[in-house]
């Protein structure tokens, strides 16, 4: 790695964040719709996610890969923080912007963390391995 890809690395990563966490908030809102929390959203959002990375990513690979598990891991923990805070407010009648301001990160991560089942989570790990699978391999040539 050359000193002068570092920023572009970097942007890269910021770029993955970003849309990881555009997808947690369009995920909570399909699961409000739903009325449930819809975990295995996740591998829409991976698929999503990958398909979004791929293409603006040059070449298949390990970096594509990481970058997309990235981004769908940053979704489901996204997801999980704003239904906690939904919750929050939900319960004690307040708006979402006041819950998450009141409770902080540390307390909507706590809480994010106390409703998380073992299935849950099974499906994240799957929506990023999904994400890193397409991700990783190659484009099928057009023509």
Same mark, same amino acid.
């Given at each position: 790695?050359?000193?002068?890809?570092?920023?572009?690395?970097?942007?890269?990563?910021?770029?993955?964040?970003?849309?990881?966490?555009?997808?947690?908030?369009?995920?909570?809102?399909?699961?409000?719709?739903?009325?449930?929390? *819809?975990?295995? &959203? #996740?591998?829409?959002? !991976?698929?999503? +996610?990958?398909? =979004? %990375? @791929?293409?603006?990513?040059?070449?298949?690979?390990?970096?594509?890969?990481?970058?997309?598990?990235?981004?769908?891991?940053?979704?489901?923990?996204?997801?999980?923080?704003?239904?906690? *805070?939904?919750? &929050? #407010?939900?319960?004690? !009648?307040?708006? +979402?912007?006041? =819950? %998450? @301001?009141?409770?902080?990160?540390?307390?909507?991560?706590?809480?994010?963390?106390?409703?998380?089942?073992?299935?849950?989570?099974?499906?994240?790990?799957?929506?990023?391995?999904?994400? *890193?699978?397409?991700?990783?391999?190659?484009?099928?040539?057009?023509?």
């Amino acid at each position: 790695m050359k000193p002068r890809d570092i920023p572009l690395y970097v942007f890269a990563l910021f770029c993955a964040a970003m849309m990881g966490l555009a997808v947690g908030a369009t995920w909570m809102v399909a699961a409000m719709y739903l009325r449930q929390s *819809a975990p295995w &959203l #996740a591998l829409a959002a !991976g698929v999503l +996610l990958a398909w =979004a %990375i @791929r293409h603006w990513i040059r070449r298949a690979g390990v970096g594509a890969a990481g970058l997309a598990a990235f981004a769908t891991l940053l979704a489901a923990l996204y997801f999980n923080v704003l239904m906690a *805070a939904i919750q &929050l #407010a939900g319960n004690f !009648g307040m708006s +979402l912007t006041e =819950a %998450i @301001r009141t409770a902080g990160t540390g307390m909507l991560l706590a809480l994010a963390q106390l409703g998380l089942r073992p299935v849950d989570v099974a499906w994240y790990v799957a929506g990023a391995l999904l994400a *890193a699978w397409l991700a990783w391999r190659r484009a099928t040539p057009r023509g």
